[in-house]
């Protein structure tokens, strides 16, 4: 059955510096997506990154990467030079192919604090 | 911003009530999910539509109810609510019917039941 882990449910970070927040996933999906949502406290969620499970090379978007370690079934996001903006709720959450395309499922979330 | 508007942002209701959210998707997006978060179970998918059929059904109650309409517009109707269903529930969409896409998150609208 699909699960996201995430292990960490806070972490505080001073601003500017690189932060990696875990996720690990099981599926028996061979096709599959990987992504990362921000929920800041206005409560809206906000798609960061994508990684496909036949991707070669990491995901990058701007400040964002996703280190991802398929025979580990880890997709890590790695936030560079952190802002104060950055705090928030993150989510890492995964979409098969096949079983349950429809569906994304959501880990239970890591609060982010960017202290200055 | 996202391209998905969902309204209303705010809905305040008493137990037994019925109530109707309605959903956006983005300029081409045929695909409509509806999600539910709340304290107690975090993000639950509840229901696919594609193109105004329904796909797939998660874990969502007899009391709910949802349709595409040929606009692609969403609504999701929720009856006789019960306190518990309180909680911040999403509309998203995607491009594709069956393929692991992005999926694109509304604002969300925030229920209150009183």
């Known amino acids: 059955a699909q699960k996201i882990t995430q292990t960490q449910p806070g972490m505080f970070v001073q601003e500017k510096e690189a932060v990696t927040l875990d996720c690990t996933y099981d599926?028996?999906?061979?096709?599959?997506?990987l992504f990362w949502y921000k929920q800041p406290s206005s409560g809206e969620m906000i798609f960061l990154i994508y990684?496909?499970?036949?991707?070669?090379q990491n995901a990058t978007e701007g400040r964002y990467s996703l280190n991802f370690q398929k025979a580990r079934k880890s997709a890590n996001l790695v936030i560079s030079a952190s802002q104060l903006g950055d705090s928030a709720m993150y989510f890492c959450?995964?979409?098969?192919?096949?079983?349950?395309?429809?569906?994304?499922?959501f880990g239970s979330g890591t609060r982010l604090s960017i202290r200055p | 911003d996202s391209g998905v508007t969902q309204t209303p942002k705010h809905l305040i209701t008493a137990t037994g009530q019925r109530v109707t959210l309605r959903c956006s998707p983005r300029?081409?997006?045929?695909?409509v999910y509806w999600y539910q978060q709340s304290l107690d179970q975090g993000l639950q998918f509840l229901i696919h539509?594609?193109?105004?059929?329904?796909?797939a059904k998660g874990n969502i109650l007899e009391r709910f109810s949802a349709q595409q309409f040929p606009d692609l517009h969403s609504e999701l109707n929720l009856s006789s609510l019960e306190l518990g269903d309180s909680a911040l529930y999403f509309c998203?969409?995607?491009?594709?019917?069956?393929?692991?896409?992005?999926?694109?998150f509304g604002p969300g609208t925030r229920l209150t039941v009183l």
């Open positions: 998203a969409s995607s491009r594709n019917r069956d393929v692991p896409d992005t999926q694109y």
């Open positions: 599926t028996s999906d061979p096709s599959y997506g």
């Open positions: 990684q496909g499970s036949y991707d070669q």
């Open positions: 959450a995964m979409r098969e192919a096949y079983s349950s395309a429809s569906k994304i499922i």
């Open positions: 300029s081409g997006d045929l695909s």
């Open positions: 539509y594609y193109n105004g059929e329904e796909r």
